[in-house]
T-cell receptor, first 114, second 120 residues
Framework: DAKTTQPPSMDCAEGRAANLPCNHS???????VYWYRQIHSQGPQYIIH???NNETNEMASLIITEDRKSSTLILPHATLRDTAVYYC???????????????FGKGTKLTVNP | EAGVTQFPSHSVIEKGQTVTLRCDPI?????LYWYRRVMGKEIKFLLH????????ESGMPNNRFLAERTGGTYSTLKVQPAELEDSGVYFC??????????????????FGPGTRLLVL
């Protein structure tokens, strides 16, 4: 089962910031938070990941709370092409000899409106 | 740099037939993963290769599914015989080898476009 909780859907106006929340209250100290998205029926696309510090790249920003129990993905200027299902994933395994599989939940369906 | 590629993009077969899906990972990626999404469900992990070895095959649904990665490059996933419930989208992902010295570090998985399988 996924270790994260996300709202099933959100709407955002084109050009505005999209803030997608995620709860991961049972996250362990060495687990990372990853964000992927799936546009229509394409393969999941990596967006960003972080451990405890806030992260930013050309696609988005990731804000992780100090207690690491929740995070927010920020798309600073959403476009119509950002309409997708966004998945917040706590990475399981990753220790020596362990699997590094991703466990997908239902994600948040973000709709960017013109 | 070429991304993860999968072949075929679509496959329609009849129940009882055999289908083989292929995945070519990003060049130099030691880790290769198979996932699938069946109708109405979440994306689920199937198995993980490190080079040619199966690291984790806990997600393989049953013995009708056989994955191989001879030579540690491309991988195939064979379904024999296919059943109706095997219909769905099969995704492949790859990642680099974990770098020495990283503490709990993970390497990002990059996904292919998927193969849409329909079993009639």
């Amino acid at each position: 089962d996924a270790k994260t909780t996300q709202p099933p859907s959100m709407d955002c106006a084109e050009g505005r910031a999209a803030n997608l929340p995620c709860n991961h209250s049972t996250i362990s100290g060495n687990e990372y938070v990853y964000w992927y998205r799936q546009i229509h029926s394409q393969g999941p696309q990596y967006i960003i990941h972080g451990l405890k510090n806030n992260e930013t790249n050309e696609m988005a920003s990731l804000i992780i709370t100090e207690d690491r129990k929740s995070s927010t993905l920020i798309l600073p200027h959403a476009t119509l092409r950002d309409t997708a299902v966004y998945y917040c994933i706590v990475r399981v395994g990753g220790i020596r000899g362990g699997s590094e599989k991703l466990v997908f939940g239902k994600g948040t369906k973000l709709t960017v409106n013109p | 740099e070429a991304g993860v590629t999968q072949f075929p993009s679509h496959s329609v077969i009849e129940k009882g037939q055999t289908v083989t899906l292929r995945c070519d990972p990003i060049s130099g990626h030691d880790n290769l993963y198979w996932y699938r999404r069946v109708m109405g469900k979440e994306i689920k992990f199937l198995l993980h290769f490190v080079k040619e070895s199966k690291q984790d095959e806990s997600g393989m649904p049953n013995n009708r599914f056989l994955a191989e990665r001879t030579g540690g490059t491309y991988s195939t996933l064979k379904v024999q015989p296919a059943e109706l419930e095997d219909s769905g989208v099969y995704f492949c992902a790859s990642s680099q080898a974990r770098r020495r010295g990283t503490s709990g570090g993970h390497e990002t998985q990059y996904f292919g476009p998927g193969t849409r399988l329909l079993v009639l």
